[in-house]
């Protein structure tokens, strides 16, 4: 009888013993996932991606897309590389986008975690894929580090770009300091850009001078106060908006009560 119940004493040690190294190994685990995350929002994702948010929820790490590019474009995040683990991402300075046609690696995924109609157009009524319409990002140029603003003659990510003198331009400048030569000096048309890489890959210096980063981390935004008053599109996005004014004691006094007036100005 005594040896029975120091054998139940034992095993229910062992199980409580069991599920404290569980526990520890799952919180591990979670929290290697957290640490994973936090760098979401510098990963560049596949064609017709739904915004991070978004894609993380919908995406089931199935690896369909990877499997799909013909170009292993693609990768599936692994533990340690800062990045969801089990998602799709790409390396733009390894291999960039290559810009199917049919874009294959949209159509299989399951879960539309890459939604198809975001890549396409409609011709006789009919739906077409249109890779120029994909939005895997934006190119950045740090002009700091790219010999073409130092007066080298380079063009390497121009011409590397799928949608030549569309989403990347020259802007010739004279050169001052020779007096006698122009910059050619690569510009991004942010709108056109489609991130695909390509002029990341194509940089010629050590470090790539022009990078493609998420476009919500690359560009910046001038919010709803601002309207472009010559483009009809932007006017129309504030038709519904109403005004107010703001009072203070200051606004209340005429203009010219206040040109020689700046005692009050730092109060």
Not at 174 to 179: A, D, E, F, L, P
Request: aromatic share 6%; proline share 6%; net charge negative.
């Amino acid at each position: 009888m005594k040896q029975d119940t120091v054998s139940d004493r034992r095993k229910f040690i062992l199980s409580l013993a069991r599920g404290a190294g569980l526990s520890a190994m799952g919180a591990l685990v979670w929290s290697a996932y957290v640490e994973e995350v936090k760098a979401a929002p510098l990963v560049l994702r596949p064609p017709a991606a739904r915004d991070e948010a978004d894609f993380l929820k919908t995406c089931i790490k199935c690896g369909l897309c990877v499997e799909a590019c013909p170009y292993d474009t693609l990768h599936l995040a692994a533990p340690g590389e800062h990045k969801p683990i089990g998602t799709p991402y790409y390396t733009p300075r390894e291999t960039p986008c290559y810009m199917c046609d049919d874009i294959p690696c949209v159509p299989v995924c399951p879960t539309e975690a890459l939604q198809p109609e975001s890549v396409q157009s409609v011709e006789n009524g009919k739906k077409v894929w249109d890779i120029e319409k994909m939005d895997m990002g934006v190119a950045v140029v740090d002009s700091q580090s790219c010999i073409a603003f130092w007066g080298i003659q380079c063009d390497a990510c121009y011409r590397a770009c799928p949608l030549l003198d569309h989403a990347i331009k020259l802007k010739y400048e004279q050169n001052s300091r020779t007096g006698k030569h122009a910059f050619l000096k690569p510009e991004v048309v942010p709108d056109v850009c489609t991130g695909c890489g390509l002029c990341e890959h194509a940089c010629v210096t050590e470090k790539a001078s022009i990078i493609v980063l998420p476009r919500e981390v690359a560009q910046g935004r001038a919010g709803n106060y601002y309207v472009k008053g010559w483009d009809k599109n932007d006017q129309m996005r504030v038709k519904n908006a109403t005004g107010g004014t703001t009072t203070t004691e200051r606004s209340k006094r005429k203009a010219i009560d206040t040109l020689n007036d700046t005692g009050d100005l730092f109060e």
